[in-house]
């Protein structure tokens, strides 16, 4: 049952953080700041209503979307596989990689998932596997301090998922996942240790990976079910086809 996704720590955890952050931003900081009740005070709320929407109906979308699956008779074409000229692969044996623990053949940038317990393909990280405003502060102190820890918290908030965004565009404008960029690091110093230069193979120019992965319509950047542009995931162009 797909509901049963929701019933972890992780997913749980999201929600509640969630609703912390949209109260406070909404019924205490802009209600003290501005009060909703007034034009501007309704302004942002709405602004920052439709934000918070675009990011929960996100979230819903990964918890509830399908990773999708490795096609069990799937045989990779080994005649067509071909190295770029000084450039090293992710491994050796990256056209003819088996999994240990699904015993079939892995597709180029497919992994196993502990959770699934099954190879994925593409895979990055699987995250599917209202109050009562009664404040009642007696003097200043206490809304100050209160005000003072929410403002903390929020700042660290802000820093942390600021860092998460911006290391995900950087993956992004370079076609990389996160298991690639760790093993492209290893790969990189393997090539100047043997004397050769390396280039990720699946990075194409920052305008074709971010159009590969957000695709080629900017006006649906913002949707997460615009997938129709996506492939079925068994093959991906490189540096060397383009």
């Not at 990773?67 to 044996?93: I, K, Q, T």
């Not at 596997?129 to 003072?148: D, E, L, T, Y």
């Not at 990389?176 to 960029?181: Q, R, V």
């Not at 913002?222 to 129709?228: D, E, F, G, K, Y």
Request: charged share 15%; hydrophobic share 45%.
């Amino acid at each position: 049952m797909e509901w049963k996704r929701f019933l972890s720590i992780p997913v749980c955890s999201v929600f509640l953080l969630m609703s912390f952050v949209y109260y406070i931003t909404v019924f205490i900081f802009i209600e003290d700041w501005v009060g909703l009740q007034s034009s501007a005070g309704t302004l942002n709320a709405m602004i920052f209503t439709f934000m918070a929407s675009l990011c929960l109906f996100s979230f819903l979308v990964c918890v509830l979307k399908e990773p999708g699956y490795v096609p069990s008779p799937y045989v990779p074409d080994v005649e067509g596989a071909a190295v770029p000229p000084h450039h090293e692969p992710l491994d050796n044996s990256s056209q003819l990689r088996r999994c240990d623990k699904c015993v079939t053949y892995k597709p180029p940038r497919a992994h196993h998932c502990r959770v699934c317990r099954r190879c994925v393909l593409r895979m990055v990280m699987i995250i599917s596997c209202s109050f009562q405003k009664n404040w009642n502060f007696s003097g200043r102190i206490p809304m100050k301090i209160f005000f003072v820890v929410s403002g903390a918290m929020m700042f660290g908030l802000s820093i942390t998922f600021g860092t998460l965004l911006g290391w995900h565009i950087y993956l992004m404008s370079c076609n990389m996942t996160t298991i690639e960029n760790y093993e492209g690091i290893r790969a990189a110093w393997l090539a100047r240790k043997s004397g050769h230069s390396y280039r990720h193979p699946f990075n194409l120019s920052v305008y074709k990976n971010i159009t590969s992965v957000l695709g080629p319509n900017i006006l649906k950047w913002l949707c997460p079910t615009a997938v129709s542009h996506l492939k079925d995931g068994m093959s991906y162009p490189t540096a060397h086809d383009s």
